[in-house]
């Protein structure tokens, strides 16, 4: 018997978002994300750390995945071609939300004092 995969509203239409399977969209919900545009708003590695901080213990897998849905591009490709960047974004992201949360909007980033 052939699994349907779950799929997300995004504006009236039914989104199927690339690399992410039953197991990755019952973390994304319930970190909160539950729609394609949430998604679009984090992006990956704000979503990602949101599943980290709802007690999910993710593999790096998911921030590929979620790269790739994002892009539409395989997760294999976004593991070889952006690995660092997301990495280096990654340790920025938790770095950041000990000292001032993770749920600030996409585009404002805390304020560097020089």
Same mark, same amino acid.
């Given at each position: 018997?052939?699994? /349907? %995969? %779950? %799929?997300?509203?995004?504006? &009236?239409?039914?989104? %199927?978002?690339?690399? +992410?399977?039953? &197991? $990755?969209? *019952?973390? =994304?919900?319930? &970190?909160?994300?539950? $729609?394609? *545009?949430?998604?679009?708003? +984090? @992006?990956?590695?704000?979503?990602?750390?949101?599943?980290?901080?709802?007690? &999910?213990?993710? $593999? =790096?897998? +998911? =921030?590929?995945?979620?790269? @790739?849905? =994002?892009?539409?591009?395989?997760?294999?490709?976004?593991?070889?071609?952006?690995? +660092?960047?997301?990495?280096?974004?990654?340790?920025?992201? /938790?770095?950041?939300? *000990? *000292?001032? @949360?993770?749920?600030?909007?996409?585009?404002?980033?805390?304020?560097?004092?020089?």
């Amino acid at each position: 018997m052939r699994r /349907s %995969r %779950r %799929r997300w509203p995004c504006d &009236a239409v039914q989104t %199927r978002l690339r690399n +992410l399977g039953p &197991a $990755s969209m *019952t973390m =994304l919900e319930k &970190a909160g994300i539950d $729609s394609v *545009t949430r998604l679009r708003e +984090l @992006g990956a590695v704000r979503a990602y750390r949101q599943v980290q901080l709802s007690g &999910a213990r993710p $593999s =790096l897998n +998911l =921030l590929w995945a979620l790269e @790739g849905a =994002l892009t539409d591009q395989p997760w294999q490709q976004i593991a070889q071609a952006h690995r +660092l960047s997301l990495l280096v974004e990654l340790e920025n992201a /938790s770095q950041n939300s *000990t *000292t001032s @949360g993770v749920n600030r909007p996409a585009g404002q980033r805390r304020a560097v004092k020089s």
